[in-house]
């Protein structure tokens, strides 16, 4: 989302700039029309380049990285969103109804890691195994079953490879969540703090209360 929003800010403040001395150089100075395309192509592209490196600049600064650092995670997102899109890729040639769910659950849980990790790239060293190991294992070992599964000749022992191939899947979807936990973990354990600071003001607030009011009710009872 930030990217996106980085990506429009860049070419709505250089658009304006860059089109309006592309006029002024025809109309005002009498340039030519190649010319005057030059220097707005210069403009346009030295302009998004310019605002790009100083987005990118503002972005590590508050993240707290170096430049090297969040690239290599960016460059690890596009990875793996192109491992996702192969995943993907292979929901019609698994055959079988639990295959399926299995590739689907593959397929979403990996999403939300890295939508978590885009947004967030800091919690790419909470979910190293998933970028490096993980999502790999899960791309190679249904590709594998998607070839097993499209096999005319279903022999036993590629029945008995079949079941195998699922049965570890399934393992790697657990570490697939495993490391969906983990990119959350931080955002829990904040989330719990906030909960039980909540609840201890509540409850000073409720004590506080509650001792205002019992010298009223002494003196009520005195009265009567």
Not at 1 to 8: E, G, I, L, S, V
Not at 89 to 104: C, K, N, T
Not at 135 to 155: I, M, P
Not at 184 to 191: G, H, I, K, M, N
């Amino acid at each position: 989302m930030k990217t996106a929003k980085q990506f429009f800010m860049r070419h709505f403040i250089v658009a304006p700039v860059s089109f309006g001395t592309y006029f002024f150089l025809l109309l005002a100075t009498g340039m030519g029309p190649f010319a005057a395309t030059g220097v707005l192509i210069a403009m346009y592209l030295g302009g998004t380049f310019t605002i790009k490196q100083l987005q990118l600049h503002s972005t590590v600064k508050q993240l707290g990285m170096t430049r090297s650092e969040y690239q290599h995670i960016q460059l690890q997102l596009q990875e793996a969103k192109q491992k996702i899109k192969k995943l993907n890729s292979l929901y019609g040639q698994v055959r079988s109804v639990q295959a399926f769910r299995q590739v689907y659950e593959l397929s979403n849980i990996s999403r939300k890691v890295i939508t978590i990790v885009r947004n967030d790239p800091k919690k790419f060293y909470q979910t190293e195994q998933f970028f490096y190991a993980h999502l790999d294992s899960a791309v190679e070992l249904t590709s594998k079953y998607a070839l097993l599964a499209n096999q005319q000749l279903k022999e036993k022992e590629v029945r008995i490879a079949l079941q195998h191939t699922r049965e570890t899947i399934t393992d790697v979807t657990q570490q697939l969540e495993s490391d969906l936990q983990d990119a959350l973990s931080t955002d829990l354990a904040a989330l719990q703090m906030e909960l039980d600071y909540v609840d201890v003001t509540m409850a000073r607030k409720k004590k506080l209360l509650n001792s205002k009011e019992e010298p009223l009710d002494d003196r009520k009872q005195a009265n009567e």
